[in-house]
């Protein structure tokens, strides 16, 4: 199982950005997928993730209403957009994938960083 992250950067504040993680060796009827984020000095985070059925979708609430998660089963890459970026959403995000029925998440991307500025 392989997860390429991309699409990081450095935006200004408001701005928009689209994280790509592309699977590989994994069917998307098998897994959950996520993305996480880790800032400098502080604990990863769960930013959002859908079921392997995509039938429920999840927010981290300091994300909601900003983050949209959506996925292209073709292209077996799950995508990440976020809008009105903030310099408090500056971290690494990694994608992951946990398959059905495991508790922890099993695979993870390499990151992506993201930096926004003031």
């Known amino acids: 199982v392989q997860l390429q992250a991309s699409g990081g950067g450095l935006v200004q504040a408001g701005g928009s950005l689209r994280l790509s993680c592309a699977a590989s060796?994994?069917?998307?009827?098998?897994?959950?997928m996520g993305w996480f984020r880790q800032a400098p000095g502080k604990e990863r985070e769960f930013v959002a993730a859908f079921t392997y059925s995509a039938g429920n979708t999840y927010y981290a609430d300091s994300m909601k209403g900003r983050v949209t998660l959506s996925r292209d089963n073709a292209e077996n890459t799950v995508y990440l957009q976020m809008n009105s970026l903030k310099p408090e959403d500056t971290a690494v995000y990694y994608c992951?994938?946990?398959?059905?029925?495991?508790?922890?998440?099993?695979?993870w991307g390499q990151g992506t960083l993201v930096t926004v500025s003031s």
């Open positions: 060796g994994v069917t998307f009827s098998g897994y959950n």
């Open positions: 992951a994938a946990r398959c059905r029925g495991c508790s922890q998440w099993n695979y």
